[in-house]
C-alpha cells in the first residue's frame, strides 16, 4: 500500500514537472521580424547646437512669469521656420503652443505628439555638484548636458526637429497630426487641459496621443539583459490625505498616556503595515507576462506557471519599492507636524500621506482603505480632493497607436522587447487622454541606471546618439501616419 501511494505521489510530481516544463517551453517572446534601420537626413550637429540653446532658456515651473517662457516660444519660431509657414498655431493657457499640421485626409482622426518644455528648479545648494553648469547647454563627451535634457526638452527638440526636415523632404500626412508642447507640466498641467478642452470644443477626438512616461530602458530591470521599451497604457491617479489629531496640550513634563503625535504615529505606523492590496491583474499583468517572456529559463518558469507560483511572485515582485509600485495603490507618509517646541505638548499633530492610485482602485476605494487600516475615531482623515485625480483610463495594447509606437521603436532601436506598461508618475498623458480613444506614454531615448538620479537631480543629459535615435523614431512614427 505505502509502495503504491509513493508510486502514485512520484506520478503527480513528474506530471507537474512536465506541465511546468511545456509551459514554460511554451511561454518565449514573440518573433521580431527584422527590419532595416530607419534614419532621418538630418544635420544631427545643428539639432545638438538647438538643444543647447532650448537648456539655456531657464524655463523653470516655479517661475512662470520669467521672460525666458515666452522667449522660447520665439527661439521655436525662429528655428523651426518650415513648421511655422506649414503649421496653424494657436497659443493657450501656460504659454502652451499646439500646432496643427493638417492632412490630406480628413477622414481619418487625427493624433498628437506631446512634449513639455518647462523644467524644475535647481537647488542653489547643488551647484557645485554639476560637471557643467545646468543651464548652459555644454556639449561635452557625446553629451547635451543641463536642466531638461532628459525631462522633457530633448523630446520636444527631436520632435519639431524631425518636422522641420520632413517639411522640407516634401512630406504631408495622411491623417493631421498635432503638436502640444506643455509650459507648466512639472505643475500640474493646465496648459495640456486647455489643449484637450480647446480640442474638444473644436468637435476634434483624436485616435491616440503620445506623451513622455518611460524610455527604452537597458539593463534597469534586475536579471533583464534585453533593452526594453515600455509603452506605457496608464498612468497612476493620485489623492493626497491629511491625518489629523488633536489633544489638551500642556508641558511635558506630565504627559497624558496617549499624545496627539502618539495617536498620528500609530495611524501611519497601520497604514504603512498594511498597504492597499495589489497583484498581478489588469495593466499590472499585461506588463509583467510580455516582460516574463524575455528573461532566463529559470526566472521564465515562475512567470509562466503563474498558476502555482503566483504567491511567490508577488511576493518577489512586492519586495522592491520599483515593482511593488506596478502592482497596487502606494502608500507614501510625506510630512509630519507637532509642536512647535520640544517640551511642549502638541495640541494638533498631523501626518500628510500621499497615495499614487493603480487604474483598479478609485478615490473613494483609498479613503474607506485609510478608514478601515486606521480604525480610530479619534483621526480626522482630511482628503484633498482638488488635486485628486483618478487614474487615467488603460489604452489597448493592441490598438493602432500602439503598434505604430512600437513599430517606430524597433525602426530607431532595433528588434528590442517591447512591453505594456504603467507611467506610476503623473503627466500631461492623462489630460491628453481626455480628448483622445487612447494615449501612450514613451520617450524615444535610451536610458540606464546611472541616468535614473538625474531626472530632477543632478547632471542632468541626453547623449547625441539618443538625440539621433529621437529623430528617427519620430520620422518613422509621422511616416506612418
Do not use: C
Request: charged letters at 20%; a negative charge; aromatic letters at 8%.
Amino acid at each position: 500500500m505505502f509502495k503504491r501511494i509513493l508510486a502514485a505521489i512520484a506520478v503527480l510530481v513528474l506530471g507537474l514537472v512536465a506541465v511546468i516544463a511545456v509551459k514554460t517551453f511554451l511561454y518565449t517572446p514573440p518573433e521580431i521580424a527584422e527590419t532595416p534601420p530607419f534614419e532621418l537626413a538630418v544635420d544631427t550637429d545643428q539639432v545638438v547646437q538647438d538643444m543647447a540653446k532650448a537648456v539655456r532658456f531657464k524655463t523653470v515651473s516655479t517661475d512662470m512669469t520669467h521672460p525666458d517662457f515666452p522667449a522660447f516660444l520665439d527661439f521655436l519660431k525662429a528655428t523651426y521656420p518650415g513648421v511655422h509657414a506649414t503649421m496653424e498655431r494657436v497659443e493657450l493657457d501656460k504659454m502652451t503652443p499646439l500646432y496643427k499640421w493638417q492632412g490630406k485626409n480628413a477622414d481619418l482622426k487625427p493624433v498628437l505628439l506631446a512634449a513639455h518644455y518647462d523644467v524644475v528648479p535647481v537647488a542653489p545648494s547643488s551647484l557645485d555638484q554639476w560637471v557643467y553648469p545646468p543651464f548652459e547647454g555644454t556639449v561635452s563627451d557625446g553629451y547635451v548636458w543641463g536642466r531638461g535634457t532628459l525631462d522633457n526638452k530633448g523630446a520636444l527638440i527631436t520632435l519639431m526637429a524631425t518636422a522641420e526636415q520632413l517639411i522640407a523632404d516634401g512630406f504631408t500626412p495622411e491623417r493631421t497630426i498635432y503638436f502640444a508642447f506643455g509650459g507648466d507640466e512639472e505643475v500640474g498641467g493646465e496648459g495640456a487641459i486647455a489643449v484637450a478642452k480647446y480640442l474638444t470644443s473644436q468637435g476634434v477626438q483624436l485616435a491616440w496621443a503620445l506623451d513622455e512616461g518611460s524610455f527604452v530602458l537597458d539593463k534597469i530591470i534586475p536579471g533583464l539583459e534585453v533593452p526594453v521599451a515600455s509603452i506605457n497604457l496608464s498612468e497612476k491617479g493620485y489623492v493626497t490625505m491629511t491625518l489629523v489629531a488633536n489633544g489638551a496640550g500642556g508641558h511635558s513634563s506630565m504627559p497624558p498616556r496617549e499624545t496627539a503625535v502618539g495617536q498620528v504615529a500609530r495611524a501611519v505606523h497601520r497604514l504603512q503595515e498594511n498597504p492597499v492590496p495589489g497583484g498581478l491583474t489588469g495593466v499590472s499583468a499585461e506588463f509583467f507576462d510580455a516582460l516574463g517572456r524575455h528573461f532566463t529559463l529559470d526566472k521564465r518558469a515562475i512567470f509562466a506557471n503563474r498558476w502555482l507560483f503566483d504567491p511567490v511572485l508577488e511576493g518577489i515582485l512586492s519586495g522592491a519599492s520599483s515593482t511593488d509600485a506596478m502592482l497596487r495603490t502606494t502608500t507614501a507618509p510625506t510630512m509630519l507636524s507637532g509642536s512647535p517646541k520640544e517640551n511642549v505638548l502638541a495640541m494638533r499633530a498631523t501626518a500628510t500621506i500621499n497615495f499614487r492610485l493603480h487604474p483598479r482602485d478609485s478615490v473613494d476605494d483609498i479613503i474607506e482603505h485609510v478608514r478601515r487600516t486606521i480604525d480610530d475615531d479619534k483621526i480626522e482623515i482630511v482628503v484633498n480632493r482638488e488635486f485628486a485625480s483618478p487614474a487615467s483610463p488603460v489604452s489597448d495594447s493592441s490598438g493602432p497607436g500602439y503598434l505604430d509606437v512600437e513599430a517606430s521603436i524597433r525602426e530607431a532601436f532595433g528588434p528590442i522587447a517591447t512591453v505594456p506598461g504603467l507611467t506610476i508618475a503623473a503627466t500631461d498623458a492623462r489630460h491628453y487622454a481626455k480628448a483622445a480613444d487612447a494615449a501612450y506614454r514613451i520617450n524615444p531615448f535610451k536610458i540606464t541606471n546611472d541616468d535614473l538620479v538625474r531626472f530632477h537631480g543632478l547632471n542632468e543629459r541626453l547623449s547625441i546618439e539618443n538625440i539621433q535615435a529621437g529623430i528617427n523614431f519620430y520620422a518613422a512614427l509621422i511616416g506612418r501616419q
